[in-house]
């Protein structure tokens, strides 16, 4: 296992699969361990955010071999607020694909309350079929995952 495979189980294991009462006591993200374990997860390294992106315009993803495909570059290759923008505008390109993206960048918090989501060692691009996504966002909301939420932040997320 490489360094990077190293720190994304570290932070799965430990920040994003521990129960915490924020989450009306469920983990940050419920479902990242599993995939972990399952071998679900993969993950695609790149030397710039440029390289990731020609990759991402391109690629086919098959959601039933893999939960989520990471795709991880240098954080000094993009500031915070570009990846945002070129992600939404995806989005909106892809609206009638099965594929949601959400960005993590370590110079833009990722915070509910003060439990921090952020990853911290490179920029991560996880990437998700939505109706799954959707679907568990839908189970997760009727547990009341989401009460501690600030609404912006929660719209914010939930929209991509």
């Known amino acids: 296992m490489n360094d990077l495979n190293q720190k994304l189980e570290h932070w799965i294991k430990n ?3 521990k129960p915490n009462p924020i989450f009306n006591n469920m983990s940050a993200c419920p479902y990242a ?5 399952d071998n679900k997860v993969e993950i695609r390294s790149f030397v ?13 993803f098959d959601f039933d071999k893999f939960d989520v495909v990471i795709f991880a570059f240098p954080h000094n290759t993009i500031v915070p607020a570009q990846l945002t923008d070129i992600i939404v505008n995806l989005q909106k390109m892809w ?16 915070q509910v309350k003060d439990f921090n989501l952020n990853f ?6 996880l990437i998700q079929s939505r109706s799954k996504l959707q679907e568990a966002r839908a189970y997760l909301e009727s547990k009341d995952y989401y009460k501690n939420w600030d609404p912006e932040y929660k719209q914010d997320v939930q929209s991509r």
Do not use: F, M, Q
């Open 33 to 37: 361990k599993k995939a972990w374990l």
């Open 120 to 125: 911290g060692e490179c920029c991560l691009l």
């Open 48 to 60: 710039s955010w440029v390289d990731a992106y020609t990759e991402l315009l391109v690629r086919t």
């Open 95 to 110: 609206k009638n694909k099965d594929i949601a993206i959400l960005e993590d960048h370590p110079d833009e918090i990722e």
């Open 15 to 17: 920040t994003l699969s």
